[in-house]
T-cell receptor, first 110, second 113 residues
């Protein structure tokens, strides 16, 4: 089955600083990849999804962007973080109707 | 729009108590339903899933869930919880516009030894 590697596990960044979260996938090829965010007291919200290299779609307007430079690599970025970007970010790979998740990154913007 | 509601934000139980976590969904199509669990410091992992057939689904670690179509519910149960069940539990349904799962807000379970 798929394994999702996501890092770092925790991150504290000042407002206005850049962000780069990386996710890599093992055990499958050409996966559908997703970035989710869980803000405090809210469910997992889909931010971006990708069906292939260079193909990114965004679900919600926001301060973040995503890229997929390789088949099994998915990156979440920001040029300038906002306080509202704080949350728990999860990378996921969907195989059929089941999703597999990375360990998540807890981002605190201060 | 599709949605998933989990009724309890935080549940606190003593060991050996019985557990039931509520989950209701709104989705007009054929549903696939999931419960995911996240133990402290670990990644989200699948607890159990329902695709079709017997509406009573058994998962790992003694958990089970019952799909009641008429109530749009998929409640998670365990007869006797253990301290190691302390975790956050997420209910999810297929139905996102991009093939993604739609998650509830999660229920944090704390089990007192």
């Amino acid at each position: 089955s798929q394994t999702i590697h996501q890092w770092p596990a925790t991150l504290v960044q000042p407002v206005g600083s850049p962000l780069s979260l990386e996710c890599t996938v093992e055990g499958t090829s050409n996966p559908n990849l997703y970035w989710y965010r869980q803000a405090a007291g809210r469910g997992l919200q889909l931010l971006f999804y990708s069906v292939g290299i260079g193909q990114i779609s965004s679900e919600v307007p926001q301060n973040l962007s995503a890229s997929r430079p390789q088949d099994r690599q998915f990156i979440l970025s920001s040029k300038k973080l906002l306080l509202s970007d704080s949350g728990f970010y999860l990378c996921a790979c969907q195989g059929g109707t089941e999703a597999f998740f990375g360990q998540g990154t807890r981002l605190t913007v201060v | 729009a599709q949605s998933v509601s989990q009724h309890n934000h935080h549940v606190i139980l003593s060991e050996a108590a019985s557990l039931e976590l509520g989950c209701n969904y709104s989705y007009g199509g054929t549903v696939n339903l999931f419960w995911y669990v996240q133990y402290p410091g670990q990644h989200l992992q699948l607890l159990l899933k329902y695709f079709s057939g017997d509406p009573l689904v058994k998962g790992i670690k003694g958990f089970e869930a019952e799909f009641i179509k008429s109530k749009f519910s998929f409640n998670l149960r365990k007869p006797s919880v253990q301290w190691s069940d302390t975790a956050e539990y997420f209910c999810a349904v297929n139905g996102g516009s991009q093939g993604n799962l739609i998650f509830g807000k999660g229920t944090k379970l704390s089990v007192k030894p």
